[in-house]
């Protein structure tokens, strides 16, 4: 099973589709496998300032501490040298979404 992501980014979880979008544009599509690896292949070529959450201190202290510049450099650190650096959760966040795992849901509300 592959999502199929275009320009408008309901086919696929948001973060994937939104990625997706972004490197389909102007007017392309980008498949994107379901399995893990597949999602973590596609983020691997993204650099870690695309990343949710990670601004300019975030990006710097990994590149000055770890080395790391994409999401392939970051799948390569260990989690605990990640929680060692940046703390158990802003660790853990990092190392999964590097890999296109995201533990937060989408939220709708009625209007």
Not at 16 to 26: N, Q
Not at 43 to 70: C, F
């Amino acid at each position: 099973m592959c999502f199929r992501v275009d320009s408008s980014p309901v086919t696929a979880p948001a973060r994937f589709a939104k990625r997706g979008s972004k490197d389909a544009k102007p007017n392309g599509q980008s498949l994107i496998g379901s399995d893990r690896e597949s999602i973590a292949m596609f983020m691997a070529g993204h650099r870690v300032g695309d990343l949710p959450g990670v601004g300019y201190a975030t990006k710097s202290k990994l590149k000055d501490e770890l080395n790391v510049e994409t999401c392939a450099d970051l799948q390569a650190v260990n989690i605990g040298r990640l929680q060692e650096s940046f703390g158990n959760k802003l660790g853990t966040k990092l190392s999964n979404l590097s890999r296109g795992v995201e533990r937060n849901d989408l939220k709708f509300e009625q209007a």
